[in-house]
């Protein structure tokens, strides 16, 4: 089945061409010779399927379809789909099902979506290279000694192997974006607010937001179009009108665009191949009339440091739920409560997790709240400030998703603070919940997949993902 776009698919499932069912039934066999790759901890053979026969009945019987109708999809495993398994691929989840729907899993459906399974990621979504998982590793659909990136390894190497033709993802600083730059497809984080977490589970609430990973820009918006807006059940989801994507994405042209250029994001240390492909794109731009503006913006490593003091505090509080008594893992061996408490979350949790919480809530303890909590809460607002500044005088800033090339499995597992860099592009825009995309940008002399990284200002995706479309186009 060869089919480029959603557009192309649909229309031939509409003109019947083929059934939902020979859809899912081609995924789902893609799916299962490709099991040893550990892309989806659960598949749901069953339901898709059944799932595609409704709707192709639903087709015949003249019923108009919706905007995703028989939109193959795969869902991050830290989202909620009622009745089926959610383990955020930790152990302390391994036999927990869902009890409710997220609300963008509602709103996907209700457009006749088919959700094929959910798909591996770091544990709680606390990584960059998936391999805080513990369903097993990853590895990067171009080279498989590499990871794919993370934490939403799963949902990228997905939509790149032909798996899923999109992917819902989470991004707290940087995990729908960075492994979208690392596997050759794009990856939205939409402004934070603009779709509802209702059913996200939560690793620092103020920064998560549900994001897209696709094969372009155009699957990337409508499938943005069908989830965000209002939430009843989530109060920091934005009122913000929904517009029409696509007719906001016609409206852009390279003509004329002010494109910022942040040197901080350039530095002596950038791979060689990313500096020169990002630079080659920048200036193939102007060339087709984009004027491109030196800007500066707050060193990127400030960012990190503001970044792992408030992501961890806000884990350490949310993953307090996880005692062994609520949700998931319980330890057999405790004498009292404390004890199974402390056995369970000892047991269960992986490494990577426990230092977080342990982090977390060292930064948030009494003695230590004004030298790290509050300091990082200003390191965030002079952000944010410089990103509204830095927006008023241009249209758009750009620069690299990742500082390197998606890197070899192992590579970094031993040093946490060298696998934290691996966001130093990304974190900024989560820190001021300014909208962000990842473009392909194609591959480097390694044959490795390098991506370009571009921030609008708060709400402005569908000029985002616009200028993504013209640049991801031409090459
Ligand atoms: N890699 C970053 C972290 O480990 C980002 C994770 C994310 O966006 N969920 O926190």
Do not use: W
Request: charged share 25%; glycine share 8%; with cysteine.
């Amino acid at each position: 089945m060869q089919v480029s776009s959603y557009e192309d698919l649909r229309s031939k499932i509409v003109s019947r061409m083929i059934t939902c069912e020979e859809v899912v039934r081609f995924f789902l066999e893609r799916i299962d010779r490709l099991s040893n790759h550990n892309i989806y901890i659960t598949v749901f053979h069953d339901q898709a399927l059944e799932r595609a026969r409704m709707l192709d009945r639903k087709l015949r019987d003249g019923v108009s379809p919706g905007k995703l109708f028989g939109m193959p999809m795969a869902i991050k495993d830290n989202i909620s789909i009622k009745g089926s398994r959610l383990t955020c691929a930790s152990k302390i989840l391994e036999h927990y099902e869902s009890v409710y729907d997220a609300t963008s899993v509602l709103r996907l459906e209700a457009e006749d979506a088919i959700f094929l399974g959910k798909t591996n990621m770091d544990e709680f979504a606390m990584g960059s290279s998936n391999e805080n998982s513990a369903y097993g590793i990853v590895p990067n659909p171009f080279d498989n000694k590499r990871v794919p990136g993370g934490s939403s390894g799963g949902s990228a190497a997905a939509v790149a192997n032909g798996l899923a033709m999109v992917a819902l993802g989470s991004d707290t600083g940087g995990s729908v974006r960075q492994p979208a730059g690392f596997c050759d497809i794009v990856g939205l984080k939409p402004t934070y607010g603009r779709i509802s977490r209702y059913g996200l589970v939560a690793f620092a609430s103020s920064f998560d937001q549900i994001g897209v990973l696709a094969r372009n820009c155009d699957d990337a918006a409508l499938v943005l179009e069908v989830m965000a807006g209002r939430d009843e059940r989530d109060a920091t989801s934005s009122s913000h009108i929904v517009p029409d994507y696509s007719s906001v994405m016609a409206t852009v042209s390279v003509e004329g665009l002010k494109i910022g250029v942040p040197k901080e994001y350039f530095p002596e240390t950038l791979n060689a191949d990313v500096a020169r492909m990002v630079k080659g794109k920048l200036f193939e731009l102007r060339d087709q009339g984009a004027e491109l503006v030196d800007i500066t913006l707050p060193d990127s490593e400030y960012a990190i440091a503001a970044y792992y003091i408030l992501v961890t505090a806000e884990a350490s509080s949310n993953l307090a739920r996880f005692d062994g008594a609520r949700y998931g893992y319980r330890s057999e061996q405790a004498e009292d409560l404390a004890a199974m408490y402390v056995n369970s979350r000892t047991d269960a949790f992986g490494r990577e997790v426990k230092r977080r919480i342990m982090l977390g809530t060292y930064v948030l303890s009494a003695g230590y709240y004004d030298t790290y909590y509050k300091k990082a809460q200003q390191v965030r607002r002079v952000f944010q400030d410089r990103y509204r500044e830095a927006l008023e005088k241009v249209d758009v800033i750009a620069g690299p998703t990742s500082p390197f090339p998606p890197f070899g499995i192992g590579d970094k597992t031993g040093d946490p603070l060298d696998m934290y860099l691996a966001d130093v592009f990304t974190v900024p825009a989560s820190i001021v919940g300014m909208p962000a995309v990842s473009v392909p940008l194609g591959f480097d002399s390694l044959n490795l997949p390098v991506g370009m990284h571009l921030v609008c200002n708060f709400f402005e995706e569908g000029k985002l993902l616009g200028i993504a479309k013209r640049i991801q186009r031409s090459f």
